[in-house]
């Protein structure tokens, strides 16, 4: 396992693992997911993968991006129809708290995956880091508390945009830019975000901080470990 793929957070159990199937419908300027989930070393998954294109074919988060994706996902799931399918997410975690048209059953997005990630360690206080516009970091925030969990402080990098550029020395800085005592109050620090290269930072800042970190792929994997571990949501 790389020292950029943490492992003891998508293992679970002493039980041999079932094989699990997981389509994963991608946005369609999104190069970090395929990158980083292979990364995570789920040998008893495999990922199926179709790209969502949002009819304003645009890559900058707005409204017309997040509600193309949600209604683009109908005919994406389409392409999978033949596929013995365990699960399907959104790989996408703004379009989870953002509002639009309903998702086909049984698709779920990399916001929920985020939300059953910090209950699968036990989070109940985060800080939150992401590369949005302030305002969608702060509904982010707003999403995260009507859940059920206190979000003790929140930067951003106010971007619409680029997220795939973003370097990893620039993540942690935004990490390390948070208030001390709120990270350390905090039982989990969130990346939220899929478009964005975290693995290379996660190892470190759990190192310097002492707590999970949680990017939105993170998560997505540790979803897809629980479902090959019978673990569904």
């Avoid at 997220?163 to 620090?189: H, W």
Wanted: glycine share 6%.
């Amino acid at each position: 396992m790389p020292a950029d793929a943490p492992g003891h957070l998508v293992s679970s159990g002493s039980r041999p693992p079932a094989s699990a199937r997981v389509g994963v419908l991608l946005p369609w300027a999104n190069m970090a997911v395929e990158a980083e989930l292979p990364r995570l070393h789920l040998r008893n998954t495999v990922f199926h993968y179709a790209r969502l294109v949002p009819a304003s074919r645009t890559t900058a988060i707005d409204a017309s991006f997040w509600h193309g994706l949600r209604a683009a996902a109908t005919d994406a799931l389409g392409s999978m129809t033949h596929l013995p399918l365990d699960a399907v997410i959104l790989a996408c975690t703004s379009a989870g708290f953002t509002g639009g048209p309903p998702l086909p059953p049984r698709v779920v997005t990399a916001f929920d995956a985020l939300l059953s990630a910090l209950a699968a360690v036990g989070a109940e206080r985060v800080v939150l880091a992401t590369p949005y516009p302030f305002q969608v970091t702060r509904a982010e925030t707003l999403a995260l508390e009507a859940a059920g969990l206190k979000v003790l402080a929140e930067a951003s990098l106010d971007l619409a945009d680029g997220y795939p550029q973003i370097p990893p020395d620039q993540i942690a800085d935004l990490v390390n830019s948070l208030p001390t005592p709120a990270i350390r109050a905090a039982d989990a620090v969130v990346l939220s975000c899929t478009g964005w290269h975290t693995l290379p930072v996660l190892d470190n800042l759990q190192s310097r901080w002492g707590k999970p970190v949680i990017s939105s792929n993170l998560a997505m994997g540790m979803y897809a470990a629980g479902l090959s571990w019978g673990a569904c949501l």
